[in-house]
């Protein structure tokens, strides 16, 4: 205990130390395709959201996408100076990581360090958001890890785009490192391999095993015939990948080593042609120096000896700032999930009666309100979602919810039911527990097919977490329904659970 509560005091004391001293306020960019919040110089925050615009476009044109095509909800993305910012965001961080994606029913952001010159860790985070929002499909776990490699490396700027450039530290990684076997990398995730060198390694054969491919026309082929044999066929990766090839796989490896030794050819597209819209750029208010990182923090795990230090740290820094929106809705998410549930209730009626338009507060409160079901609590539940929905349509988060108190009905799903759940997803496709919930409705309604399709994103997700299996036996459901397999002998609802992909 003793060591818990000297660990939340400096945590407490670098929170407010970071706050304090920090001259910048935090700002918020908003362009047609994100919002990117910094506490840093605004000329920094200008380039990187022309980055990131530019970036996103340079992926509509080599994927097919319109320009014009509006997205349904903006990325969030959050800059950060060092590694200890990154920590109160994701307390228990390890050291040497630059950034990560959360995807979760809270909420799905990218953060990662302002690093002019080096931002390889957010573009790697944001091609994994950008192929789940616009080609979700049942890539196995070293494509989706290898093509988010092959681009993160993109050479952005206003002249052109550089892309298929090597990436010095896998280079590296392949040239003086031990290489896993071939099987390995098509079978299994990072997180099953047995050593943090095994693990880097599979990112750096990921990434080769894709510039392998995307180098040459006829191998394009061969991967789109791959994944095919994946999405359709439920094969076997290491002979759908023999068959695709017409290669044994110890071949394969053979020709992939030697392709390493050689000229890693990258290509070039203009971008001369293109000016990035500019963001519209505000200040936020002084609470967010001291409660914007902690109130990301509560969208991840937090351990329940942890729970007490934590809710009293965010007391602590929220204090100088009652009666601001940032801090109360902070404080609420803290006291929602981290054990004081009726202290949220009370903090949330008492904000609504002042602001009774504020969509997250009347979320939050239906929250509370399903967690304690009290006579009248679900019918009022239901009524504040959909109040909530009706101010803010954009938050996949409150589709959710209703979508959740549906899920014990009688009659569920109703079509109803299903157009809910599937606007949550369209809204927020990337988030794993959305996807599984969909699939569940969308099968219990009779459609096996397209139940598989939704769930076979998740099946080979290299951070699933605890909704890969989860998916895996929906996905032998949906088959079982069409009379392709055995059915399973449980049919519970999926789990809850979120992905969170690559701290790098």
Do not use: C
Request: negative net charge.
């Amino acid at each position: 205990m003793l060591k818990l509560l000297r660990a939340a005091l400096i945590a407490v004391a670098v929170w407010a130390g970071l706050a304090g001293a920090a001259e910048a306020r935090w700002l918020r960019a908003e362009s047609p395709r994100f919002i990117v919040y910094s506490n840093g110089d605004e000329r920094v925050l200008r380039e990187y959201v022309a980055k990131l615009e530019t970036f996103d476009t340079f992926l509509r044109n080599m994927h097919g996408i319109p320009e014009d095509r509006p997205v349904e909800r903006k990325l969030p993305i959050y800059l950060v100076a060092d590694e200890d910012e990154l920590r109160l965001a994701a307390p228990g961080l390890p050291r040497g990581v630059g950034g990560f994606y959360r995807s979760g029913v809270q909420d799905a952001f990218a953060i990662g360090r302002r690093t002019r010159g080096d931002d390889a860790i957010l573009l790697h985070e944001y091609v994994h958001h950008f192929m789940l929002h616009h080609f979700p499909d049942a890539y196995p776990g070293w494509l989706v890890e290898g093509y988010a490699e092959y681009y993160m490396s993109a050479d952005v700027n206003p002249r052109a785009v550089r892309f298929g450039t090597p990436h010095q530290g896998r280079v590296d990684g392949l040239r003086f490192g031990n290489w896993i076997s071939f099987r390995d990398l098509l079978t299994k995730r990072p997180g099953e391999l047995a050593s943090a060198e095994d693990r880097s390694m599979f990112y750096s054969q990921a990434w080769l095993l894709t510039h392998y491919f995307l180098s040459d026309s006829r191998r394009k082929a061969q991967l789109a015939e791959y994944v095919r044999s994946l999405r359709n066929e439920g094969a076997d990766p290491v002979q759908a990948m023999e068959e695709a090839t017409g290669q044994p796989i110890d071949e394969l490896s053979r020709l992939v080593r030697q392709y390493s030794l050689g000229d890693l050819r990258y290509q070039q597209v203009s971008s001369a042609g293109y000016r990035p819209p500019e963001p519209q750029v505000t200040e936020l208010p002084a609470s967010a120096d001291a409660l914007l990182l902690a109130r990301l923090s509560l969208s991840g795990p937090v351990d329940d000896d942890q729970k007490a230090a934590r809710l009293a740290e965010i007391r602590s820094l929220a204090a100088p700032h009652a009666g601001d929106r940032v801090a109360e809705l902070t404080l609420a998410r803290a006291e929602l999930v981290l054990g004081a549930e009726d202290a949220a209730g009370e903090r949330l009626e008492a904000w609504i009666a002042a602001h009774p338009e504020d969509p997250e507060a009347l979320e939050m409160l239906a929250e509370r309100l399903i967690q304690r079901q009290e006579p009248g609590d679900i019918r009022r539940a239901s009524q504040l979602l959909g109040q909530a929905h009706q101010l803010d349509g954009s938050r996949y988060q409150t589709l959710y919810h209703l979508g959740r108190l549906r899920e014990r009905a009688s009659d569920y799903p109703t079509e109803n039911d299903l157009n809910i759940w599937l606007l949550a997803l369209q809204l927020a496709p990337q988030v794993g527990e959305v996807r599984l919930r969909t699939a569940e409705a969308v099968l219990r309604s009779g459609r096996a097919d397209l139940a598989e399709r939704m769930v076979g994103v998740l099946v080979n997700n290299p951070h699933g977490g605890g909704l890969v299996q989860a998916a895996r036996d929906l996905q032998r459901r949906a088959r079982a329904a069409q009379g392709r397999t055995e059915p399973d002998a449980a049919e519970d609802a999926p789990p809850e659970g979120e992905a969170e992909a690559d701290a790098a």
